[in-house]
């Protein structure tokens, strides 16, 4: 499965500190923002700050009845003179080795926020309320998604593998959560292991003969689609029930996690742990 089918995760999975930006307008100056980032996007729609973006990048799925909005490219490659052409006060975007932050911060001010593990983006989601003026709003969904992902695992709860799915049920490879991630705390707060439980340096994917060293107790699939008939959801599975040397697969504990939000690390990360929750507790017992 190519990295390049899941654009919704693309910033986490390569993220890394960079960036440097100018000042924000101050409070008072009528706000015009422009958000790089579909989880920045998403979480200032959850603080009441809607009104406020007046662009948003080529893969950000806007809150249903929200009008449309322009599209302005993506963190890799944004379209400059649509952003121009916007005249924002202010660019947010996700902290990214390969973003082009100097070209960027020519056009507004730049604020580049760090969005990858649970600390990282509590603090961010702050910032974001400062910036927009929600302070309140953001103060309390900093706290509930502190709450709700910092609840560690049992320490004999499954080892449980958590990965990028493919609606086309293509299974070349994996990209999986690290336990560091935003993914990685929701799944512990849902009552599993990260399977994969040290720190890895560089992009996280497996082979499938890695897959099958790893020996997880059971894998969860996030598939990014709003609905899946049982049809649909066989056609993924499929290829996964043909690895019969990984027990996960040969135990039929191999579960997915369907819904268009699933891959979010904006606020709906939040129903994702329940999601994982509801998962994990169709599993069969440990043999």
């Not at 729609?45 to 449309?68: C, H, I, K, M, R």
């Not at 690290?178 to 992009?203: C, F, T, W, Y």
């Not at 029930?241 to 191999?254: C, F, N, P, S």
């Amino acid at each position: 499965m190519s990295l390049f089918r899941l654009p919704s995760l693309l910033v986490v999975v390569l993220a890394l500190a960079a960036g440097c930006q100018k000042s924000a307008p101050p409070a008072s100056q009528a706000r015009r923002i422009v958000s790089l980032s579909p989880s920045v996007t998403e979480t200032l729609f959850a603080l009441g700050a809607g009104p406020q973006v007046v662009g948003v990048s080529d893969y950000t799925v806007l809150p249903e009845g929200t009008p449309a909005l322009p599209r302005v490219g993506t963190t890799f490659a944004p379209n400059f003179e649509a952003i121009a052409r916007l005249k924002p006060t202010l660019l947010v975007d996700q902290q990214v080795k390969q973003a082009p932050a100097e070209a960027l911060s020519a056009l507004a001010p730049l604020k580049v926020l760090p969005w990858l593990s649970l600390s990282e983006v509590v603090g961010s989601v702050k910032e974001l309320g400062r910036l927009s003026d929600r302070e309140a709003q953001a103060t309390a969904l900093a706290e509930r998604l502190q709450s709700t992902l910092s609840r560690p695992a049992p320490k004999d709860a499954p080892r449980v593998l958590l990965v990028l799915g493919d609606a086309a049920g293509t299974l070349s490879e994996v990209w999986y959560m690290k336990r560091g991630s935003l993914h990685g705390a929701a799944l512990e707060s849902a009552g599993a292991r990260n399977a994969i439980a040290e720190d890895v340096a560089g992009p996280p994917n497996l082979s499938l003969e890695g897959l099958i060293a790893v020996d997880p107790d059971a894998v969860l699939v996030l598939v990014t689609t709003p609905r899946m008939d049982a049809g649909q959801q066989a056609v993924v599975l499929a290829p996964w029930k043909k690895l019969t040397g990984l027990r996960a697969a040969r135990e039929d504990r191999v579960r997915l996690v369907v819904g268009s939000d699933v891959q979010s690390t904006g606020p709906a990360i939040l129903d994702v742990v329940e999601r994982l929750r509801a998962a994990l507790g169709t599993l069969p017992s440990a043999r």
